[in-house]
């Protein structure tokens, strides 16, 4: 099964420094038959205007992968971590037993995200938190696993959680596959451009929630920048 999910049906908010779509119920947002998608638990596509963000704030068992779509992020947490991510590249934070952080766009241009929150498979663990660039190019016309807590992805950011996440850039034309294991679910959401997946065309922004599938075959109808979460 393969459900879109239009971009423009989705949740949201709009705080004038922030503009926020939820593909999942968050905040003031509710939709029972949008709780969750296996163990993802929220997918935010968020636009935060020049000189602002998130103010620090707590959070507490919940693995929470940012990926950066354009401009910037910069993180401070209360275990004393700070770091800029930039378009393209990825940052986690396991909360853990508990972490307070702020996010802030502090460049001159609006930053676009992706902000993923994953329940985890264990609750009370030290909270931590990493950053890591992955530079497009590697990434061309195949899925590269950027965040994930199964054992075969030693080398992407560690999660806790049953759960990777991958992208690709794909160019017109160019496919991309991606295996499912049997009883797993996937959400994709193109970054950017428009590609069909197994027959159904998705625009950047739209979610695509998969489940009961073997094998997802990828085609970019332009050029296109593609992140997947595989969950349990």
Known sequence: MIELR???ELGGAHHGWLNARHHFSFAEYHDPKRMHWGHLRVWNDDIIAPH???PTHPHRDMEIITYVR???????????NKGRTLAGDVQVMSAGTGIAHSEFNLEDQETRLFQIWILPDEKGLAPSWGTRPFPKGERSGTFVTLASGLAEDGDALPIRANARLVAATLKPGQTADYAIATGRKVYLVPASGRVEINGVTANAGDGVAVQGETLLRITAEQESEVVLVDVA
């Open 6 to 8: 239009p971009y423009q």
């Open 52 to 54: 602002s963000g998130f």
């Open 70 to 80: 354009e401009g910037a992020i910069t993180h401070q947490d209360s275990l004393g």
